[in-house]
């Protein structure tokens, strides 16, 4: 059973970065995919990036793509989400995911194991 933590969020202004870290319990991270999702207040949680298990393959929501990164170390047991040119419509609280699958889903129901969240707010 995996256990994630979430951290990195906090408060930025728009066209700021941030970097979240998202930290896995076990020895068996490496089988699964990872995804990042996000949600904002009165919104439904909505998929933001994914990874697969071994970082060669990136999925990205149009609304994000070209400004955040999603990668992994293995050895660490941790996935990254770099977010870059933030922009107020990104305030959300950041999520991530861990679904034993090949390759990352979009569907949140895909996941098995969430972090408990970490809240991120884009000031404009």
């Known amino acids: 059973q995996a256990q994630l933590v979430e951290s990195g969020g906090g408060l930025v202004q728009a066209g700021g970065s941030l970097r979240l870290s998202c930290a896995a319990s076990?020895?068996?991270?490496?089988?699964?995919?990872m995804g990042w999702f996000r949600q904002a207040p009165g919104k439904e949680r909505e998929f933001v990036a994914g990874?697969?298990?071994?970082?060669?393959?990136?999925y990205y929501a149009d609304s994000v793509k070209g400004r955040f990164t999603i990668s992994r170390d293995n050895a660490k047991n941790t996935v990254y989400l770099q977010m870059d040119s933030l922009k107020a419509e990104d305030t959300a609280v950041y999520y991530c995911?861990?679904?034993?699958?090949?390759?990352?889903?979009?569907?949140?129901?895909?996941?098995?194991?969430w972090g408990q969240g970490t809240q991120v707010t884009v000031s404009s």
């Open positions: 995911a861990a679904a034993r699958l090949g390759y990352p889903s979009k569907y949140a129901n895909a996941y098995e194991y």
């Open positions: 076990g020895r068996t991270f490496s089988s699964y995919s």
């Open positions: 990874i697969s298990r071994s970082g060669g393959s990136t």
